[in-house]
């Protein structure tokens, strides 16, 4: 199950105005970037490339005290889970010591519905057009979540959850398309969501009614409809996510009947981003590019001759993949004061974890929720951990490139399994017993081995809508569960930060 938080408030549009307010103010701690300047909730955003800790873009962040949060209505936050190719937004703050710690990530799909169009090469989905990326020279490369292999494999009808990259391809209001990251299919909807710039914005009609487009969506955003966070306003260019009921798609006049629309902190001064100073760090594909400006996953950025760029020279062109630092000038304006082209060379996707399911004749195994491919130039070093093949529970780094279907291991590096509180350990194993009220089951690999004792809390999350009455029926069958979570020294209990079935024949 999606353990549902139930904490109104919580969505980052709300948050991003009151650490706006402290800075403004000069009061209060915001979260930086690892530069050192404030960033607001919903500023630094970019793509999962790794695993381990969550790794963003390249740039590895310890995950260990975060909050893992994804919005379905856009009031209240699930229990999410990171997986590869996830657009995600981090916010950063600061413990007792004064070290910066990553406190929230939050799951931002750029499009959840069912398919209404289909060509060769392109999904419609709520108006917007999908397409994919097998090219890791292009940006990140589009991972097909099970049982999904390509996008031949999703229908018509098919309800998906799409992360992207929001590309600017034309002037016009539907010149934008979406470069899929991640593409999972979803068995239910409890909603839809979608998110872009607002264009096209009508003026107030009869009752407080009002219009805009995304894409080539028509939004509809009758009086009644929640505008958040309360007392914003719609203004053209604003970043904004909508949310609605399924039925409330028309799917042949591409209209959409909007229940809330988020403003997401990004934009310009009025939208709540920040006060001038305040930096946005934020990796997307170049769209839009004049020379002096370009647009970036929906933020118009400025640039000058002070912008920096990585390597030396690199021009900006349309289509290149980037991670951008900006920060809001007097003007209300994001100014780009460094862009680096980010590549497969300095982009590589990376996994670190328990090995699992290996397969010596399809060389595969498994690692956090991930296939990873063993090629015959793959680099085996298993002297840290003194073993002499490939084996499940093995203490595995690996690093590779990105594929439609998972990983392809470039080097794999074995290690003793480390102990701590930071560290995210995986376990499974047949559920021997479990306390509803205490929260706290125990489990066992084969007989014979030592009983683990796993605790869980609000923020676990439940895979494969795994629910406690799920769990409870498993006792005494031998269907196993996989655990994942923080050990104990003595390696006998785990506090799991996410608890799922272990796949069918594993």
Not at 487 to 500: E, N, T, V, Y
């Amino acid at each position: 199950m999606r353990t549902a938080m139930r904490r109104a408030g919580l969505a980052a549009t709300v948050v991003g105005l009151v650490l706006a307010a402290l800075v403004a103010c000069g009061g209060g701690s915001v979260g930086t970037n690892g530069t050192g300047s404030p960033v607001l909730v919903g500023l630094s955003v970019g793509t999962v490339s790794g695993l381990g800790s969550v790794i963003v873009d390249g740039t590895r962040h310890d995950d260990s005290a975060a909050q893992i949060e994804i919005s379905r209505n856009g009031t209240e936050s699930d229990v999410g889970d990171v997986r590869l190719g996830h657009r995600v937004s981090l916010e950063f703050g600061v413990d007792a010591t004064g070290a910066q710690v990553l406190q929230r990530v939050e799951l931002l799909p750029g499009v959840v519905g069912r398919v209404n169009e289909r060509t060769a090469d392109t999904l419609g989905v709520l108006g917007q057009t999908v397409t994919v990326n097998s090219d890791p020279a292009r940006g990140p490369v589009t991972v097909f979540e099970t049982p999904l292999n390509s996008l031949a494999d999703v229908r018509l009808g098919d309800a998906v959850e799409v992360h992207a990259l929001t590309q600017r391809t034309g002037a016009g209001t539907g010149d934008v398309r979406l470069v899929a990251t991640r593409i999972a299919p979803r068995s239910t909807l409890s909603g839809v969501r979608v998110s872009g710039t607002v264009a096209a914005l009508s003026p107030v009609g009869s009752g407080g009614a009002r219009s805009f487009r995304l894409g080539a969506l028509t939004v509809q955003l009758p009086s009644e409809a929640a505008l958040l966070p309360p007392g914003i306003g719609l203004v053209e260019g604003r970043a904004v996510t909508v949310f609605a009921a399924e039925s409330a798609f028309d799917p042949a006049t591409l209209g959409l009947g909007a229940s809330k629309v988020q403003v997401m902190a990004v934009g310009d001064a009025s939208s709540g981003a920040g006060s001038a100073g305040s930096t946005l760090r934020r990796a997307g594909l170049v769209g839009g590019s004049t020379g002096v400006s370009f647009d970036l996953d929906g933020v118009a950025l400025l640039v000058n001759a002070d912008t920096q760029t990585v390597p030396a020279g690199q021009a900006v062109t349309d289509g290149s993949y980037v991670q951008v630092t900006a920060t809001l000038n007097s003007g209300g304006r994001w100014l780009a004061t460094r862009i680096e082209r980010l590549t497969s060379a300095t982009v590589s996707a990376e996994l670190r974890g328990t090995l699992d399911d290996w397969s010596a004749t399809a060389r595969t195994f498994r690692l956090r929720d991930t296939t990873v491919s063993v090629a015959a130039s793959t680099r085996i070093d298993l002297t840290g951990c003194r073993a002499t093949t490939l084996a499940d529970g093995l203490f595995v780094e690996v690093k590779g490139s990105a594929t439609a279907q998972g990983l392809t291991a470039g080097s794999i590096t074995c290690e003793q399994e480390p102990a701590g509180t930071k560290s995210r350990l995986e376990r499974h194993g047949v559920v021997l017993s479990v306390d509803a009220a205490t929260r706290k089951l125990t489990l066992r690999r084969q007989p014979g081995d030592p009983v683990l004792t796993v605790t869980w809390t609000d923020q676990t999350y439940f895979g494969d809508a795994l629910t406690v009455a799920g769990l409870v029926a498993l006792v005494g069958t031998s269907r196993e569960i996989e655990v994942e979570g923080t050990l104990s020294l003595d390696g006998l209990q785990m506090a799991a930060r996410k608890i799922k079935l272990r796949k069918s024949g594993s």
